[in-house]
Nanobody, 125 residues
Framework: QVQLVESGGGLVQAGGSLRLSCAAS????????MAWFRQVPGKEREFVAS????????SYADSVKGRFSISRDNVKHTLDLQMNWLKSEDTAVYYC??????????????????WGRGTQVTVSS
């Protein structure tokens, strides 16, 4: 089993930056592609960004492209999301997720087996 714990959320003004981190523990050797999703009340969980196991391939939602950057450290077993030029519409609970090693990146939340509990990001306008 893999445990994922997010940190780094908070309140920031529009135009500001935040860096989210996700720490993996447990059977981390099974972890492959990882991703960040976000969700606001009453809406479905939304894809934000993903990264393959080696870090050589990343994907982003159009809404965050050019502002957010995903990265990982397989030695420290961490996943980060650098968020710049934040907008009020970025306000959401952000979740870290992971797939098994043999599976590739995907923007589909149902394809990820491992999830953190989320961290709140609030952007004030």
């Amino acid at each position: 089993q893999v445990q994922l714990v997010e940190s780094g959320g908070g309140l920031v003004q529009a135009g500001g930056s935040l860096r989210l981190s996700c720490a993996a523990s447990g059977h981390t050797l099974v972890l492959g592609a990882m991703a960040w999703f976000r969700q606001v009340p009453g809406k479905e969980r939304e894809f934000v960004a993903s990264i393959n196991w080696s870090g050589s391939s990343t994907s982003y939602a159009d809404s965050v492209k050019g502002r957010f950057s995903i990265s990982r450290d397989n030695v420290k077993h961490t996943l980060d999301l650098q968020m710049n030029w934040l907008k009020s519409e970025d306000t959401a609970v952000y979740y870290c997720s992971g797939r098994s090693r043999e599976l590739t990146e995907t923007p589909t939340p149902g394809a990820y087996a491992f999830w953190g509990r989320g961290t709140q990001v609030t952007v004030s306008s």
